[in-house]
């Protein structure tokens, strides 16, 4: 079992940039596919970022493709969202997800990945 910490929300403003993280104890890191999805009030949970174990690929939601990055850094059992060119559709609590199935998954799926953070708040200003 893994447990997961997410860090670096906050409120920015539009145009503006975040780097969200999260840490994670528990079991080896690197057997962990790792996700990121948010939830906007009202609104179902949706897919946003995900990396593979070796971080040799990554795949990104239409919305955020050429905005955000997903990278992790094995070493410190930590995965990022770097997050530019915010925007106000962009609101929403940020959550970080893990699993480590060993098929092949899509890795966009709410389905795939067992482990969740508790969340972070992410709100963009006009």
């Known amino acids: 079992q893994v447990q997961l910490v997410e860090s670096g929300g906050g409120l920015v403003q539009a145009g503006g940039s975040l780097r969200l993280s999260c840490t994670a104890s528990?079991?080896?890191?690197?057997?962990?596919?790792l996700g990121w999805f948010r939830q906007a009030p009202g609104k179902e949970r949706e897919f946003v970022a995900a990396i593979t174990r070796s971080g040799g690929r990554t795949t990104y939601a239409d919305s955020v493709k050429g905005r955000f990055t997903i990278s992790r850094d094995n070493g410190k059992n930590t995965v990022y969202l770097q997050m530019n060119s915010l925007q106000r559709e962009d609101t929403a609590v940020y959550y970080c997800?893990?699993?480590?199935?060993?098929?092949?998954?899509?890795?966009?799926?709410?389905?795939?990945?067992?482990?969740w953070g508790q969340g972070t708040q992410v709100t963009v200003s006009s």
């Open positions: 528990g079991r080896t890191f690197s057997w962990y596919y």
């Open positions: 997800a893990a699993d480590s199935r060993s098929y092949i998954v899509s890795l966009r799926g709410l389905n795939e990945y067992a482990y």
